[in-house]
């Protein structure tokens, strides 16, 4: 069945309550890593985007900030659309658990050449939700990296909502691996690869009409 189980529903709801993130390994089936990864090598190199900060008119290319390349996620093929599916069961669950009003998902693939960094930052700020420029709420990041080691750097730091300098998790990017949080909370960084590093970044967002 395309979707979460439910005990693995309940232990990711008990800890976003209890902390604020979670990370799960092999969350998805195998055999869906493993069409990611392949749809992913099959995406060519002028279907990646430089990324940017900001949304619509605010949108800036900010290479100190962050030098990945993405490619947003549709459901036009078979694969992206069953794994929308399985994300669209988390939301299911997770606002059934939580009441969260977790009301839709947007993602992208994100390509990290050799080098490739992201900056300390957060994914919402909750000033901004108000004024609608940001909605979303709940952070996902799903590594597509087989045999990642210690030393290959491209590791994700999460870092203490209380305490931007205090490191909580030091993640590293290996295949299957689903990393959930508050999107407001947690200031985040990923440290610069030293191989390809291949993820899908996503967040789910409430219905601005409801904030
Ligand atoms: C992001 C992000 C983390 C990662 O894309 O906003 O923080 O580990 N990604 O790729
Ligand atoms: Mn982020």
Redesign the pocket.
């Given at each position: 069945m395309n979707s979460f189980d439910e005990h693995q529903l309940d232990l990711i709801a008990d800890a976003l309550v209890e902390q604020g993130y979670w990370v799960v390994d092999d969350a998805l089936p195998k055999f869906l890593l493993n069409s990611l990864q392949i749809h992913f090598n099959e995406l060519q190199s002028d279907e990646f985007k430089a990324?940017g900060i900001g949304r619509q008119t605010d949108f800036q290319v900010q290479e100190t900030i962050?030098s990945?390349k993405i490619h947003w996620i549709q459901p036009n093929t078979e694969i992206t659309a069953d794994f929308l599916q399985w994300m669209d069961s988390l939301r299911v669950g997770l606002n059934r658990r939580l009441f969260m009003g977790l009301f839709d998902y947007e993602s992208h693939f994100?390509h990290?050449p050799v080098g490739a960094f992201?900056k300390k930052?957060v994914?919402a700020f909750r000033g901004n939700r108000k004024q609608g420029q940001s909605n979303r709420v709940l952070?996902t990041?799903l590594?597509l990296n087989d045999a990642w080691r210690l030393g290959d750097g491209g590791e994700?730091l999460l870092y203490a909502e209380d305490d931007a300098n205090k490191v909580i998790e030091t993640?590293l990017?290996e295949c299957g691996r689903l990393?959930i949080f508050l999107s407001e909370k947690f200031p985040?960084?990923?440290l610069p690869a030293k191989r390809e590093?291949k993820?899908i970044?996503g967040w789910f967002r409430v219905n601005e009409g409801a904030l």
């Open positions: 990324a962050r990945d994100a990290y992201y930052h994914d952070s990041v590594y994700l993640i990017p990393v985040h960084e990923v590093r993820s970044a």
